[in-house]
């Protein structure tokens, strides 16, 4: 069973900065894009920032300049480091990652559970 397991998260004052992790286990060939979404109250999941297999890095563009996201594609691992955070960047984060199936090679888009940034203070 393909999991992703996220860390990290939490309450921060404005201007303030969070790391978030997340590491991808299970039966995985491969993973294609792998990044973070949020979600906060009353509204849709958004991206946030997303790393292609062949390196390409895309940001929503609130978040440009402000969080860098990071890939180690060896330990199957995305991490997004977030500074200057404000009361718009609270949300629930979660890990996303488009898995190919070691068993079956077919597509597989894993999720985390959530990990809640609050920015507040």
């Known amino acids: 069973q393909v999991r992703l397991v996220e860390s990290g998260g939490g309450l921060v004052q404005p201007g303030g900065s969070l790391r978030l992790s997340c590491a991808a286990t299970?039966?995985?060939?491969?993973?294609?894009?792998m990044g973070w979404y949020r979600q906060a109250p009353g509204k849709e999941r958004q991206m946030v920032a997303n790393?292609?297999?062949?390196?390409?890095?895309t940001y929503l563009d609130s978040v440009k300049g402000r969080f860098t996201i990071s890939r180690d594609k060896t330990k199957k691992t995305v991490s997004l480091q977030m500074n200057n955070l404000n009361v718009e960047d609270t949300a629930i984060y979660y890990c996303?990652?488009?898995?190919?199936?070691?068993?079956?090679?077919?597509?597989?888009?894993?999720w985390g559970r959530g990990t809640q940034v609050t920015v507040s203070g």
């Open positions: 996303n990652a488009e898995v190919i199936l070691q068993t079956s090679l077919r597509d597989y888009d894993a």
């Open positions: 299970g039966p995985i060939y491969s993973i294609d894009n």
């Open positions: 790393v292609a297999d062949n390196g390409d890095i």
